[in-house]
Nanobody, 122 residues
Framework: VQLQAWGGGSVQAGGSLRLTCTFS????????MGWFRQAPGKEREFVTA????????DYTASVKGRFTISRDSAKNAVYLQMNSLKPEDTAVYYC????????????????WGQGTQVTVSS
């Protein structure tokens, strides 16, 4: 399985970015997909996840109402639309695939992408 994430960059506070993660090597529909982030000196934290069928999404409180996760089964891709970005959103963002239950725990995810840097300046 390969996950490739891109779309990060540098923006000013209040700006927007859209991250994309493509999935290959196994049936995409078999996996819940999640986004995590890791800031310098901090542990990797859950951002959002979407169920296999795309009907259920979960968000950490700090991004709810600003970030939107979606998936496209035809393109084997998951997206993270990030609006109203804040400096505290600065981190490396990772996509991940989970064949089990929809969860916030990074330890449960089976596969990880390489990460894409998001930097938000004030």
């Amino acid at each position: 399985v390969q996950l490739q994430a891109w779309g990060g960059g540098s923006v000013q506070a209040g700006g927007s970015l859209r991250l994309t993660c493509t999935f290959s090597g196994r049936p995409f529909s078999s996996y819940h997909m999640g986004w995590f982030r890791q800031a310098p000196g901090k542990e990797r934290e859950f951002v959002t996840a979407i169920s296999r069928g795309g009907m259920v999404a979960d968000y950490t409180a700090s991004v709810k109402g600003r970030f939107t996760i979606s998936r496209d089964s035809a393109k084997n891709a998951v997206y993270l639309q990030m609006n109203s970005l804040k400096p505290e959103d600065t981190a490396v963002y990772y996509c991940a695939a989970d064949s089990g239950v929809l969860t916030r725990s990074p330890n449960v995810y089976d596969y990880w992408g390489q990460g894409t840097q998001v930097t938000v300046s004030s």
